[in-house]
């Protein structure tokens, strides 16, 4: 297992900095570590947010069995451009772009083909995984990061980074089964089944879509919240029966 103190590869021409986990015990420790060097389709971010998701904490901790240490967490990366290689079109230098949890794929299946590059059989997540060069990727809580410009998204200069940094993964795990399913037509009545991380954006998305929401909650302290904050329609609490006839 590599140390703080030691780089995590050899032979790397950009040198970086993040926190790793080195352990399971949780706790993240100053790391360096080498990124690969940019290609000819790839960008490079200057890291200014990155968000944290209980992913981030499964493997931090190695409660799934496969972390790779050492680990450097983080794929709810938002961040400014700083460098652009030469089939980099649609970004420049300066663009506030956001990372999620994919940095690679085959490109050449037909998952991909059909811009499903989530399950590509050789997709690449953005750490705990093998990079094209054969290095294992790291995540966001890091100072930079090297990305192919098919998995940068720009982030509108409207919206606060540090505010967009869930939407690369809280956010995209509502949006996408709310478009997918057609639950995004105005007058339609969904239900958010538990307010946390990700029901939160679910509710939010589905208020801008025109959507009547009702969020269903373990926790009736969370209806003030719900309603008066998120905008919610109506709340029930799932162990009162009274409620869920």
Not at 31 to 48: H, I, W
Not at 125 to 140: K, M, N, R
Not at 152 to 181: E, Q, W
């Amino acid at each position: 297992m590599a140390t703080s103190e030691e780089p995590a590869e050899q032979g790397h021409p950009n040198q970086a900095f993040g926190w790793a986990a080195t352990d399971t015990s949780g706790v993240l420790s100053p790391f360096k570590f080498s990124r690969r060097a940019t290609g000819e389709k790839d960008a490079r971010v200057k890291v200014l947010f990155c968000g944290i998701c209980h992913t981030d904490i499964h493997m931090i901790k190695n409660e799934w069995g496969k972390t790779r240490s050492p680990l450097v967490p983080g794929h709810e990366i938002v961040g400014t451009v700083t460098d652009v290689e030469s089939k980099v079109k649609k970004f420049k230098v300066g663009d506030k772009v956001g990372v999620g949890f994919f940095i690679g794929a085959c490109h050449s299946c037909d998952n991909c083909g059909n811009d499903l590059e989530n399950y590509c059989p050789k997709k690449i997540y953005t750490y705990g995984s093998t990079d094209y060069d054969g290095i294992a990727t790291q995540g966001g809580f890091s100072d930079f990061m090297v990305v192919e410009d098919r998995y940068v998204v720009r982030i509108p200069d409207n919206l606060p980074l540090d505010a967009a940094a869930p939407l690369l993964c809280a956010g995209i795990t509502v949006y996408s089964p709310l478009k997918y399913f057609e639950l995004t037509k105005p007058g339609m009545h969904i239900g958010v089944v538990g307010l946390g991380g990700v029901g939160h954006v679910a509710v939010k998305f589905a208020k801008a879509f025109g959507v009547k929401v009702t969020v269903i909650s373990t926790s009736p302290n969370k209806k003030k919240e719900a309603i008066e904050l998120l905008g919610a329609d109506s709340f029930l609490v799932s162990h009162d029966q009274d409620q869920m006839q």
